[in-house]
């Protein structure tokens, strides 16, 4: 009995502090979304933005949107769930600003909506995923963009593609 109000207790606080450190985060402005449109200046929480990265014809950064990423993917790795956090009920989604290289690879990663603990799986499992590169005519360029990506530690398996 006692060790199940103990589990039941620390469950709580496990919420409760989720619930505060989210409420932190939309304080301090970090929860603004930006998608699908062209942009002349990036929004506040996003990563540097490359000189090589895809402009339309009027010069104005061209702004993937999270289907236009997702369809890009070559390889993904699936999204796990963080050990320290054992079982629980977390699912939803975590909106994150990228920058997607030459390459394909991630030169740059800020989550700025979702669960804290579910940016941090999301982060380290976009760490390892590859684009397809963005070709103008004979010129690669990088591309700027949002990834929306589903995550559910619900249950033991991981989401293997969003």
């Known amino acids: 009995m ?20 989210t409420f932190v985060l939309m304080l ?12 002349e200046k990036p929004p506040k929480n996003s990563c540097s933005i490359p000189s090589d990265a895809v402009r339309n014809q009027d010069g104005k950064l061209k702004f993937f949107t999270s289907e236009q990423l997702l369809a890009r993917v070559r390889k993904r790795e699936t999204i796990k769930r963080p050990s320290n956090l ?8 975590v909106v994150v600003n990228v920058v997607v290289d030459k390459r394909g690879r991630l030169s740059c990663i800020k989550p700025f909506e979702g669960n804290p603990f579910a940016q941090f799986a999301v982060a380290r499992s976009l760490r390892k995923w590859v684009f397809k590169e963005h070709r103008n005519g004979d010129v690669i360029r990088s591309m700027v963009g ?3 990506i589903p995550y559910d530690f619900r249950n033991s398996r991981p989401i293997s593609k969003p």
Request: proline share 0%; aromatic share 6%.
């Open 2 to 21: 006692q060790e199940r109000r103990t589990k039941h207790l620390a469950q709580i606080f496990v919420s409760v502090t989720i619930l505060v450190f």
């Open 28 to 39: 301090n402005g970090l929860a603004v979304r930006v998608s699908g449109q062209d942009i």
């Open 86 to 93: 054992k079982e629980n009920n977390m699912f939803g989604v």
């Open 146 to 148: 949002v990834l929306e």
